[in-house]
């Protein structure tokens, strides 16, 4: 395991993705919420977080936040390439199942 | 004859009421395990709940220092020690770490702490402070 500094780039990638590589914590978490408001709700949104190194319960609320708001309006967040962290915190709290993921 | 059990320093740790400060403290507390012999899956529990405990510290008092210290209580358990000011809230009642609805936005933290350790003490004998220590199993002792 390797440890990152807290930094966390995203990158918009075709098809209404976004690539996110770094470290999801409390520092960083509201990044990701603006990339996402910024898409906005009128189609799916596929998130790729195989690059995240780290994601606490931060990461954790920006995630189900955007799946609730894409929900309302009759779309999905999907989460695509998810990373080992990941993973583990989806498992952890259970939340992999009421996800979308690919 | 026994061997002997291995002596390992505790760290600790002072950080600024700040939301960069979690990634330090992980930081710090990661070197520490790495410098005595702690295996992926023990640092990976253990970062993630020194990260749970001090983004929690930070919400609880902004601006105030908090502290952070680890230690093995025996060759098998590290204590992950996170002790901050009462200024905006305190530690939820412990019937309350878990999110009522299942795709809850918030309230994961301690719940993600109850299940990575083998125990979590809330400590607030003391009126202006809040100790929580949580007790993480070695997973190859």
């Known amino acids: ?102 | 004859m026994r061997e002997a059990r291995k002596r390992r320093p505790a760290r600790s740790g002072t950080y600024k009421g700040e939301t960069a400060t979690p990634n330090m403290a992980r930081h710090d507390v990661d070197g520490w395990l790495q410098a005595n012999g702690a295996d992926d899956a023990t640092r990976r529990s253990v970062v993630l709940v020194v990260s749970e405990l001090t983004t929690n510290a930070v919400q609880a008092a902004p601006a105030h220092d908090y502290d952070v210290h680890v230690e093995f209580t025996t060759d098998s358990l590290i204590a992950i020690r996170v002790r901050n000011d009462i200024i905006t809230t305190t530690v939820p009642e412990r019937a309350d770490w878990h999110p009522i609805e299942q795709l809850a936005a918030r309230g994961w933290g301690l719940s993600i702490v109850d299940h990575l350790a083998d125990s979590v003490d809330v400590d607030e004998s003391d009126a202006d402070t809040v100790t929580v220590t949580a007790l993480v199993r070695v997973v190859d002792a």
């Open chain 1, 1 to 102: 395991m390797t440890l990152q500094p807290s930094r966390l780039s995203i990158d918009q990638a075709p098809n209404n993705t976004l690539v996110v590589e770094g470290v999801i914590d409390s520092h960083t978490a509201d990044q990701l919420m603006e990339r996402l408001r910024d898409l906005g709700t009128d189609s799916d949104i596929t998130l790729n977080l195989q690059r995240v190194e780290f994601i606490d319960s931060s990461g954790l609320r920006i995630i189900v936040t955007s799946h609730q708001d894409l929900a309302s309006a009759g779309q999905r967040l999907v989460l695509d390439g998810i990373s080992d962290a990941v993973a583990r915190l989806l498992e952890i709290t259970g939340l992999r199942e009421h996800l979308h993921t690919t």
